[in-house]
């Protein structure tokens, strides 16, 4: 069924914050409801009206994150809801695919939401790219690694300083998937109740960082960046020098991290969280964009099933630096879903996992050649939108 489809207007602001805190149970407090209408501003907001009624919405932000060192436009999905009285309707669906046909014009080649029920999404063509690892520590696993010879400095909300957007950025360079922070974005998150501890060496250089908060006699530690295995064991001695302050820790860690690996007892609760996913909107601007990157000279047949987004639903054939749609009804094409494809682009597994899943389709040959063709950075995401 097709539903009549409008960008919100200033009018109706009010009404898509109502929506919103029905949708998700929260109220803004009346101090802060200008700021969040104003945030509306810079966001596309789509909608469905029955008659004069908000009944559903979804808000396309315009983002970039980092694919093989380089930026890539990305569309963001957030706050995509619906009364219970127009659910079930096909208005998500709807607004979905018009979502689609935004970024495929915007030239935006990606897309990433958080996920309220991730097989939802799935049907759609999002896929699971960044997971996380919660490690749960008791006091008495805080046991300090060897000195280190630099030394941590402390810094609030109010003072982040040039150092920590540096540490941030070097990191998320080696990673697939992580956000573009603007000066903006790091303006916005100064707003947040997070201490930031970061580690220098002895000549005085930034070589790590962690964001915490202590509360209720517990550490929870948000993001942990360290660039050098001594900037882990500065932060992590940083964090054990808490001891006499909490009774229990909580890091959030990239499944990459070897921190629990290093702990003097490993044997702690480490839990593995499905986190955000993403999508590749337009797979031939994406691999043409991407190719630059990748030592790849050989020839490819790729097909791709995308039941919603038409122009991704073909047969590609790279050559080289080169992505062209295929016409000639090749069969001994590589076959998967835009949802592996998406998977194996940011590099959770790779093609040869994925065959041997049964994700992929095709000669063995070629799931080879599509070896060059994977980015072999990392995919994990820190943010939330």
């Known amino acids: 069924m097709q539903h009549e489809i409008t960008k919100l207007k200033l009018t109706h602001y009010e009404e898509s914050l109502q929506l919103s805190e029905y949708a998700f149970q929260y109220k803004v407090p009346e101090e802060k409801r200008e700021d969040r209408l104003q945030q509306l501003k810079n966001q596309d907001v789509y909608c469905i009206f029955d008659g004069d009624t908000l009944a559903s919405k979804l808000h396309?932000?315009?983002?970039?994150?980092?694919?093989?060192?380089?930026?890539?436009?990305?569309?963001?999905?957030?706050?995509?809801?619906?009364?219970?009285?127009?659910?079930?309707?096909?208005?998500?669906?709807?607004?979905?695919?018009?979502s689609l046909e935004e970024m495929k014009n915007k030239g935006e080649y990606l897309s990433m939401l958080h996920p309220f029920d991730i097989h939802f999404y799935r049907k759609f063509g999002w896929e699971v790219f960044a997971y996380f690892e919660k490690l749960s520590l008791k006091k008495k696993d805080l046991n300090p690694f060897q000195e280190v010879n630099g030394f941590i400095k402390r810094f609030t909300k109010d003072n982040y300083p040039v150092d920590l957007h540096e540490l941030y950025d070097q990191y998320a360079h080696k990673h697939n998937g992580m956000m573009v922070r603007t000066k903006e974005w790091w303006?916005?998150?100064?707003?947040?109740?997070?201490?930031?501890?970061?580690?220098?060496?002895?000549?005085?250089?930034?070589?790590?960082?962690?964001?915490?908060?202590?509360?209720?006699?517990?550490?929870?530690?948000?993001?942990?960046?360290?660039?050098?295995?001594?900037?882990?064991?500065?932060?992590?001695?940083?964090?054990?020098?808490?001891?006499?302050?909490?009774?229990?820790?909580?890091?959030?860690?990239?499944?990459?991290?070897?921190?629990?690996?290093?702990?003097?007892d490993p044997r702690v609760k480490v839990e593995k969280h499905p986190y955000f996913m993403s999508r590749v909107v337009d797979v031939e601007?994406?691999?043409?964009?991407?190719?630059?990157?990748?030592?790849f000279s050989d020839s490819l047949f790729l097909t791709i099933k995308d039941e919603h987004a038409s122009?991704?639903?073909h047969t590609f054939h790279v050559m080289d630096q080169i992505v062209?749609?295929?016409?000639?009804?090749?069969?001994?094409?590589?076959?998967?879903?835009?949802?592996?494809?998406?998977?194996?682009?940011?590099?959770?597994y790779s093609p040869q996992e994925f065959f041997t899943m049964g994700q992929i389709e095709g000669d063995s040959k070629d799931v080879v050649k599509l070896e060059k063709l994977t980015p072999p950075s990392r995919p994990f995401f820190y943010d939330f939108f």
């Open 60 to 98: 396309l932000l315009s983002l970039e994150i980092w694919m093989e060192k380089k930026k890539f436009p990305m569309g963001g999905i957030a706050g995509v809801a619906t009364y219970p009285e127009y659910r079930r309707k096909g208005h998500v669906r709807s607004l979905l695919t018009r």
């Open 285 to 295: 601007g994406f691999l043409n964009n991407l190719l630059p990157n990748m030592d």
């Open 187 to 264: 303006k916005e998150r100064s707003i947040t109740d997070l201490w930031v501890a970061i580690y220098y060496d002895k000549n005085k250089l930034p070589m790590g960082y962690l964001s915490y908060e202590v509360k209720n006699e517990k550490l929870k530690v948000e993001e942990f960046v360290p660039l050098t295995p001594e900037a882990r064991n500065g932060l992590w001695n940083f964090i054990c020098q808490h001891d006499s302050m909490i009774k229990e820790a909580e890091l959030i860690l990239n499944p990459g991290e070897p921190l629990s690996y290093l702990l003097k």
């Open 311 to 313: 122009w991704n639903n």
């Open 324 to 348: 062209k749609k295929d016409t000639s009804g090749d069969s001994g094409a590589v076959k998967m879903s835009i949802n592996t494809f998406t998977a194996l682009m940011f590099g959770v």
